[in-house]
């Protein structure tokens, strides 16, 4: 089935530096993929709509020169925290949706997360 | 979309079924019913998804009232490793949504289930 593979699973870093996280699909191509934000105890907040060849799509409230996504391929978006802070300290899930099967689409597939840790 | 609503944690036992409701009393016309589980720390995972049929796969299986309104997961032989936080999600028919818009999931409270031994 499609694969989504998701990299770092765990890092952390201190105050003010940044930190990338990778997000590829393995056997698939995926023009859009999603990345979600999940503090503990509580439901997944999507932060932004990466589009392949463009930019991505921020939700509101969600700061995008923070926040960096880019998406130069069809099986690859990166998503940089830059000059992190413990308050960013999460856990971070990107998914992606394999070829459409019929009118619903085929369900998304997620990545298995990365727990960021700023310290 | 149309939001859901389901309790927000139910206990089962091990080896019975275990019934997930979920009311989505606004859907409309164009809009899918998709299941989704995660387990601890783990990324989300696909269950099912129907838009008026009642739908079954290997994992579940999904009953949609006749009105649309509300659903239940079933999920017929509980074990522990489904302990998990399953969401219910509302979303539009692919064909009804732009490419820049990418059809996004939007995830409420979930139900935590926990499968007792």
């Known amino acids: 089935g499609a694969v989504v593979s998701q990299h770092p699973s765990r890092v952390i870093c201190k105050s003010g530096t940044s930190v990338k996280i990778e997000c590829r699909s393995l056997?698939?191509?995926?023009?859009?993929m999603f990345w979600y934000r999940q503090f503990p105890k509580q439901s997944l907040m999507l932060m932004a709509t990466s589009n392949e060849g463009s930019k991505a799509t921020y939700e509101q409230g969600v700061e995008k020169d923070k926040f960096l996504i880019n998406h130069a391929s069809l099986t690859l978006s990166t998503l940089t925290v830059t000059s992190a802070h413990p308050e960013d300290s999460s856990f971070y899930i990107c998914?992606?949706?394999?070829?459409?099967?019929?009118?619903?689409?085929?369900?998304?597939?997620f990545g298995s997360g990365t727990r960021l840790t700023v310290v | 979309d149309a939001k859901t609503t389901q309790p927000p944690s139910m206990d089962c036992a091990e080896g019975r079924a275990a019934n997930l409701p979920c009311n989505h009393s606004?859907?409309?016309?164009?809009?899918?019913v998709y299941w989704y589980r995660q387990i601890h720390s783990q990324g989300p995972q696909y269950i099912i998804h129907g838009l008026k049929n009642n739908e079954t796969n290997e994992m579940a299986s999904l009953i949609i009232t006749e009105d649309r309104k509300s659903s239940t997961l079933i999920l017929p032989h509980a074990t522990l490793r489904d302990t998990a936080v399953y969401y219910c999600i509302v979303r539009v028919a692919d064909a009804y949504v732009s490419r820049a818009a990418g059809n996004k999931l939007t995830f409420g409270g979930g139900t935590r289930v926990l499968v007792k031994p």
């Open positions: 998914s992606a949706r394999p070829p459409l099967l019929g009118q619903g689409g085929s369900g998304y597939t």
């Open positions: 056997d698939f191509q995926a023009t859009t």
């Open positions: 606004t859907i409309s016309g164009n809009e899918y």
